[in-house]
């Protein structure tokens, strides 16, 4: 017998540590759906047997309430002292559940979509799905312990996510009225030779529909000095007219159905009065984020502060409103995980498969995340350096640009982490390098 074994054969022995006492609680699994709750626990009982409890409710106040409470009060008749839900992320029909459960003082927690997805064959050997059988085998993964936190979100971070997600759904209303009038633009003004810029960030634009809806036919058939004319008491350019002008006299070469005319008109007059109520709106939504991001700074629970070159206050709050508080999360890597920016690994034998994100997390942080970053990449950028580097290395451009991300938000959790003030230098130095720097510097 080998006395001396190698590493590859060494015995590793661990220890792993409940984040809960599983002798002390009653877990109670809920399968979701938007009008009704299946809930399910099991009581281990002396004769080797499991005492099962199933109730089949509606997803409404009282009958949650009435449940909880016999749970509660089946957990106390076998000498439990929690009680605690389990339940999937379903986009939003859990929080009903989630909310009472805590207001009654019970724990909560969440379980991985795709884990119970996977489990459920194992569990049963087949790939059926109901909502009977969803919550045994969501029991099953609660007694491998592998659970989730379920985080409460206080104020002001909960009001802080809800303006950031209000504030993307402004955000692609936007887009989606930008994308109509472009398609009507086309029809109607198709010689139209500005640029996007000029359309929906140039005040030029919003004059142009005031005084005209943006009608070549009706420009045109007020000629040329009068168009010119009126163009200039709306303070519109001399050159940008007469750019105008000629725009519109090719545009109507078309001679396009007078009724289809006048209602391509009243489509752009309203999608502009649209964008513009959508831009006003995003406008008042960034600057309560800002507020609440004040007011998180003020009251020490945010350390973060807004450093030109790296973060402003809006995406700071952006950031933040998808995160909640950095102090959450133990290591930077259970915040990667968070965003879905963890990386994916495919390895059996020889076969060495490609790292790719898992995108099991908030797409919303990923997407904020590379707003962020996008323009700190630029070549006397703060990651200027690193990301060009990379690409002249053969990286594709936008794997260079989540590994940045991934940096970005390490960076971000060290920074909230940490006493020290933001330094450039700290960001592209380990700890160690950089400890003994400012050491040799205070000797």
């Known amino acids: 017998m080998n006395q001396n074994p190698t590493p590859n054969n060494a015995m590793n022995v661990s220890l792993r540590f409940h984040t809960h006492n599983p002798n002390s609680t009653l877990s109670v699994t809920a399968d979701v759906g938007k009008d009704d709750l299946h809930l399910h626990t099991q009581i281990p009982l002396s004769q080797g047997a499991d005492k099962v409890v199933e109730l089949h409710i509606a997803n409404r106040n009282r009958p949650i309430q009435a449940a909880l409470a016999q749970y509660a009060q089946l957990a106390q008749e076998h000498r439990l002292e929690q009680l605690r839900l389990v339940c999937e992320p379903t986009g939003g029909y859990e929080r009903r559940l989630l909310r009472l459960a805590r207001q009654a003082g019970h724990q909560t927690a969440y379980l991985n979509t795709e884990s119970v997805k996977q489990l459920r064959v194992v569990e049963s050997n087949d790939s059926t799905k109901s909502d009977e059988k969803d919550p045994r085998t969501m029991f099953l993964l609660v007694k491998l312990g592998k659970t989730l936190t379920h985080r409460s979100l206080s104020e002001p971070w909960l009001a802080l996510r809800e303006w950031g997600m209000h504030y993307s759904d402004l955000e692609a209303q936007a887009v989606a009225i930008r994308g109509r009038l472009h398609r009507v633009l086309m029809e109607l003004f198709c010689e139209l030779s500005f640029k996007v810029d000029f359309l929906f960030r ?117 950031i933040l409103g998808e995160t909640g508080p950095l102090k959450d999360f133990d290591h930077w890597r259970q915040l990667l995980r968070y965003g879905g920016f963890n990386l994916r690994l495919r390895e059996s034998g020889q076969y060495k498969g490609y790292r790719r994100l898992s995108k099991k997390g908030r797409a919303g942080l990923r997407k904020v995340t590379m707003q962020a970053v996008l323009p700190r990449v630029r070549k006397q950028d703060l990651f200027g350096e690193e990301y060009h580097r990379r690409k002249a290395k053969g990286v594709p451009g936008q794997k260079a640009l989540v590994t940045i991300a991934r940096k970005y938000l390490k960076m971000l959790w060290g920074w909230e982490h940490s006493s020290h003030a933001f330094d450039r230098e700290r960001v592209f130095v380990d700890l160690a390098r950089w400890s003994a720097a400012h050491q040799a510097l205070a000797a």
């Not at 009706?218 to 009068?226: A, H, K, L, P, S």
């Not at 010119?228 to 070469?253: F, G």
């Not at 960034?286 to 009251?299: I, K, N, T």
């Open 202 to 318: 140039s005040p030029t634009a919003l004059k142009v529909v005031q005084a005209y809806g943006l009608n070549p036919y009706r420009m045109v058939q007020d000629g040329q000095t009068r168009c010119l004319t009126r163009l200039k008491r709306a303070q519109i350019r001399r050159d940008t007219a007469q750019r105008l002008w000629a725009d519109a006299q090719r545009s109507v070469l078309q001679q396009l159905p007078q009724a289809h005319i006048e209602l391509l008109e009243l489509r752009l007059r309203e999608g502009y009065a649209d964008y513009q109520r959508c831009r006003e709106r995003m406008d008042h939504a960034r600057q309560r984020m800002v507020g609440l991001l004040h007011q998180l700074q003020h009251s020490g629970q945010v350390k973060l502060r807004a450093v030109a070159g790296v973060i402003n206050e809006f995406l700071l709050a952006r």
